[in-house]
């Protein structure tokens, strides 16, 4: 058997393996995966986590710093305020999910990803001067992202939490 042969029938047994995996019912590919993984459960995940995407790997981050911490260092206000942004030289306009002194979540459908920069203003009333800040795109959800502030000054902090403050 030639070494394109052994490749080939190699591709048909992995693919034959995928398409028997994708047909069994969820509960099934959870408890194969619990018996193939039972004494080597890092080493797979590892690999998993290597072979990802690097945006996957900075979501799985945050979802994991949460999980572990149990809270996020700035704790985030429900809220809903209008927000415009430009994030590569276009602009948007959608709102804002939730917000806290570290970042906010910004609800949208436009896609977006980990690492993007981005320049986002908002206030809470029509009388109020918008807060403008920078911020680099560290989340993306199906329903939106997470920015975390970059370089904040104190007064930017200051009117931040002011913000958070009223809000209740």
Request: proline share 2%.
């Amino acid at each position: 058997m030639t070494e394109s042969d052994q490749k080939l029938k190699k591709y048909e047994i992995i693919s034959h393996l995928f398409e028997l995996v994708d047909s069994m019912p969820k509960n099934k590919q959870m408890g194969l995966l619990q018996r193939l993984a039972a004494d080597h459960l890092t080493s797979l995940l590892y690999k998993l986590i290597v072979d990802m995407p690097e945006n996957e790997q900075q979501n799985l981050v945050g979802q994991m710093e949460e999980l572990i911490l149990g809270k996020r260092i700035f704790p985030r206000k429900e809220c809903l305020i209008t927000t415009d942004y430009v994030v590569k030289d276009r602009a948007y306009q959608n709102f804002v999910k939730d917000l806290g002194e570290g970042g906010v979540y910004v609800q949208t459908n436009h896609t977006f990803e980990v690492g993007d920069e981005i320049t986002q203003s908002f206030s809470l009333s029509e009388e109020q001067i918008p807060f403008k800040f920078a911020g680099e795109i560290v989340r993306v959800e199906k329903d939106g992202f997470g920015i975390k502030f970059k370089n904040l000054t104190q007064y930017q902090k200051d009117i931040l939490n002011t913000i958070i403050k009223k809000m209740g």
